[in-house]
């Protein structure tokens, strides 16, 4: 089955400055990666999201990009703010039309200091 | 729309007690989730329903059974509660597209 891991475990900036968070996978089959983010007692929420057929993806101060030959993804998040601090997972699945189960990589906090 | 929500938030068991955790969607998604988050392992896949009245094993099935007997509930069950449960519990749902809404979390203390 897929494996996704995702480095590093825990990274702290200082605010303004960026932030990437790199996942790798195994199945090359693999054409959906999504990034969620969870905040401290909630669920993990959306925040961007990549198919294989794009190399890179941007949503204001979120960036993603994706390797396809090399198997690894990143998050890029540039211009950080204190409410960026958070839990945020990787994940890739095999869209096929029907249930597209994800598997997670293992999570990254963020610390965003003043 | 309330979105995916789950009942309780937080629980505590004995080892060997029974409880079934609520899921409820009202997006009218076809596909629900369950997944346990522990720490430092990230979410992992309990089991899956691709519609109503289906249901199928995910990575980590076992202690666990669930059921889908109307489109927007998708119930968890323990049996026979192990310490080894004691976990976050997060249900997920979908439509037709790659997207999974997640709800709040269940707390699950097991003693």
């Given amino acids: 089955?897929?494996?996704?891991?995702?480095?590093?475990?825990?990274?702290?900036?200082?605010?303004?400055?960026?932030?990437?968070?790199?996942?790798?996978?195994?199945?090359s089959a693999s054409n959906y990666f999504p990034w969620y983010k969870q905040e401290l007692g909630k669920g993990?929420?959306?925040?961007?999201?990549?198919?294989?057929?794009?190399?890179?993806?941007?949503?204001?101060?979120?960036?993603?990009?994706?390797?396809?030959?090399?198997?690894?993804?990143?998050?890029?998040?540039?211009?950080t703010q204190p409410e960026d601090s958070a839990v945020y997972f990787c994940a890739?699945?095999?869209?096929?039309?029907?249930?597209?189960?994800?598997?997670?990589?293992?999570?990254?906090?963020?610390?965003v200091t003043l | 729309n309330a979105g995916v929500t789950q009942t309780p938030k937080f629980r505590v068991l004995k080892t060997g007690q029974s409880m079934t955790l609520l899921c409820a969607q009202d997006m009218n998604h076809e596909y629900m989730y369950?997944?346990?988050?522990?720490?430092?392992?990230g979410l992992r896949l309990i089991h899956y329903s691709v519609g109503e009245g289906t249901t199928a094993?995910?990575?980590?099935?076992?202690?666990?059974?669930?059921?889908r007997l109307k489109k927007q509930n998708f119930l968890l069950?323990?049996?026979?509660?192990?310490?080894?449960?004691?976990?976050?519990?997060?249900?997920?749902?979908?439509?037709g597209g790659e997207t999974q809404y997640f709800g709040p979390g269940t707390r699950l203390l097991v003693l």
Avoid at chain 1, 101 to 106: A, V
Avoid at chain 2, 34 to 40: A, E, I, K, M, N
Wanted: charged content about 20%.
């Fill in chain 2, 57 to 67: 094993k995910g990575e980590v099935p076992d202690g666990y059974n669930v059921s």
């Fill in chain 1, 1 to 27: 089955g897929e494996n996704v891991e995702q480095h590093p475990s825990t990274l702290s900036v200082q605010e303004g400055d960026s932030a990437v968070i790199k996942c790798t996978y195994s199945d």
């Fill in chain 2, 34 to 41: 369950w997944y346990r988050q522990d720490p430092g392992m």
């Fill in chain 1, 44 to 79: 993990p929420q959306l925040i961007i999201d990549i198919r294989s057929n794009v190399g890179e993806k941007k949503d204001q101060r979120i960036a993603v990009t994706l390797n396809k030959t090399a198997k690894h993804f990143s998050l890029h998040i540039t211009e």
């Fill in chain 1, 92 to 111: 890739a699945s095999k869209h096929t039309g029907t249930a597209s189960k994800l598997t997670f990589g293992t999570g990254t906090r963020l610390q």
């Fill in chain 2, 77 to 95: 069950g323990l049996e026979s509660a192990a310490p080894s449960q004691t976990s976050v519990y997060f249900c997920a749902s979908k439509a």
